[in-house]
């Protein structure tokens, strides 16, 4: 039954979504407790949001999740979400929707298991998302050292070229819809820890992560794809990555038209921006 206006305004609601499989794992009053259940294997907690891992068992089933949650958000997204719920105004249900977006332009991202917004009274808001863990996958900015470790370097170098290649497609099948990651570091790009001691093809392998602030822009796009792609620039700052590998990169994305004046442009853009991050980044430390 669909709650009324004066229930989300005054006595508050609660709107949840769950995988089939989810209930098999949690107590029947488990979204009662979820925002409170105590979470300590890699936790970590800022600003009114944590995330931590979580392991479920039930017999011999078991189901390993990251588990984000949302405490304090503004109150004008409480009101806006008491007024128009179906909008989606919290962060974890923006992710999950981001998600299954993803999903359906055949993007490797991770399952959501379940997601839910507490909203009310008088414009509180809070929101929780469950995502299946990435077993046994590393982010790239440790993945990439550790293959330079275990591979030859001829092999390495076509472990890099292929991985360059696949990475250059996720990105430009993102841009290429306008829509923008936000937050295109190495780190949020996932590959299985057995490859970085083979050589495959990668193509449905490497996974991206975090995509709550992914967007759509229609006519400010060429902003968001400078900062997406400075961000990627940024991060390769890491052991086993050249120059080389960057320029090969920037070759795959751009396609026919890297020596386009509107390439050229774009890349200016890019590393102008690349260096405002290593200047504040420096400014940091």
């Not at 890099?160 to 936000?182: C, I, S």
Request: with cysteine; proline share 4%; hydrophobic share 40%.
């Amino acid at each position: 039954m669909k709650e009324s206006l004066w229930q989300r305004l005054v006595q508050g609601v609660r709107r949840v979504w769950q995988r089939a499989d989810w209930p098999r794992f949690v107590e029947a009053n488990w979204a009662e407790q979820i925002m409170t259940n105590v979470l300590t294997d890699r936790f970590h907690a800022k600003q009114g949001r944590s995330t931590g891992r979580w392991v479920l068992e039930r017999g011999e089933q078991r189901l390993t999740i990251y588990l984000k949650r949302h405490y304090q958000l503004p109150r004008w997204r409480g009101l806006l979400a008491a007024l128009w719920p179906e909008a989606g105004w919290s962060p974890a249900m923006r992710e999950r929707r981001h998600l299954e977006w993803a999903r359906a332009q055949g993007l490797p991202v991770p399952d959501v298991v379940a997601a839910g917004e507490y909203i009310g009274p008088w414009g509180r808001l809070q929101s929780f998302l469950a995502v299946e863990e990435l077993t046994d996958m590393l982010p790239l900015h440790e993945a990439i050292p550790l293959a330079a470790s275990r591979l030859d370097p001829d092999a390495y170098r076509r472990w890099k070229h292929t991985l360059v290649l696949e990475m250059a497609r996720l990105a430009r099948g993102l841009h290429d819809r306008r829509v923008f990651h936000k937050d295109l570091y190495l780190c949020h790009f996932y590959i299985p820890r057995r490859l970085t001691e083979e050589t495959q093809p990668w193509r449905g392998k490497v996974h991206l992560i975090d995509l709550h602030r992914l967007g759509k822009h229609r006519w400010t796009w060429r902003i968001w794809q400078v900062k997406d792609l400075a961000q990627l620039l940024f991060s390769s700052a890491v052991e086993g990555i050249n120059n080389q590998d960057r320029l090969r990169f920037w070759h795959a994305y751009r396609g026919t038209d890297r020596g386009s004046w509107a390439a050229r442009l774009l890349k200016c853009c890019i590393m102008f921006k690349w260096r405002r991050y290593q200047r504040h980044n420096k400014k940091i430390r």
